[in-house]
T-cell receptor, first 115, second 116 residues
Framework: KNQVEQSPQSLIILEGKNCTLQCNYTVSPFSNLRWYKQDTGRGPVSLTIMTFSENTKSNGRYTATLDADTKQSSLHITASQLSDSASYICVVSAYVPNSGYALNFGKGTSLLVTP | DSGVTQTPKHLITATGQRVTLRCSPR?????VYWYQQSLDQGLQFLIQYYNGEERAKGNILERFSAQQFPDLHSELNLSSLELGDSALYFC???????????????FGPGTRLTVL
């Protein structure tokens, strides 16, 4: 079973509307959580990185939240634009003693913003 | 444009062959990461190098190997290729190496490998 689950799998919203994407994880011990935006056929672009002590981080119209107690994160997109159409990937890093870290990837949420 | 370059952009080869993918990190970045992205597996971390040394290993197969050269460019070697190795291979770079892996990574455009 994947240790990082994202929902919904896909989402269609109207331009200008807000939306929230979810990421639930079971990864332990937790080190940090990243959200990436990936346009089709292109490399992912980092949106936010949050460590255990951070519960909110913003990057323009993107705001990520982290609840380390419930092991949940969300990515909120405000006033969506057509260019927000992309796949959003949640990545949770686990600390591995003597080895560094292990990365656990969600399958992504595919977002389509329509005019 | 992230500043990370990857060559070639596309590669078509046959099963059993060997290929080399090349990555040049952003100017000043010392860490290089390799990822594989396929339709069924999603994005997977393969390996990280920092200033020429291997620092972290993910789901990299024994048929795959990588290295980072003194000029900091990196190569990913894939051998005895199988149909299932068809995927997008991304390279990313970051300024340094942090033990908690919180460095921002900048991804290249990827190399699309097709194994026939």
């Amino acid at each position: 079973k994947n240790q990082v689950e994202q929902s919904p799998q896909s989402l269609i919203i109207l331009e200008g509307k807000n939306c929230t994407l979810q990421c639930n994880y079971t990864v332990s011990p937790f080190s940090n959580l990243r959200w990436y935006k990936q346009d089709t056929g292109r490399g992912p672009v980092s949106l936010t990185i949050m460590t255990f002590s951070e519960n909110t981080k913003s990057n323009g119209r993107y705001t990520a939240t982290l609840d380390a107690d419930t092991k949940q994160s969300s990515l909120h997109i405000t006033a969506s634009q057509l260019s927000d159409s992309a796949s959003y990937i949640c990545v949770v890093s686990a600390y591995v003693p003597n080895s560094g870290y292990a990365l656990n990837f969600g399958k992504g949420t595919s977002l389509l913003v329509t005019p | 444009d992230s500043g990370v370059t990857q060559t070639p952009k596309h590669l078509i080869t046959a099963t059993g062959q060997r290929v080399t993918l090349r990555c040049s990190p952003r100017s000043g970045d010392l860490s290089v990461y390799w990822y594989q992205q396929s339709l069924d597996q999603g994005l997977q971390f393969l390996i990280q190098y920092y200033n020429g040394e291997e620092r972290a290993k993910g789901n990299i197969l024994e048929r795959f190997s990588a290295q980072q050269f003194p000029d900091l460019h990196s190569e990913l070697n894939l051998s005895s290729l199988e149909l299932g190795d068809s995927a997008l291979y991304f390279c990313a770079s970051s300024v340094a190496f942090t033990s908690d892996n919180t460095d921002t990574q900048y991804f290249g455009p990827g190399t699309r490998l097709t194994v026939l």
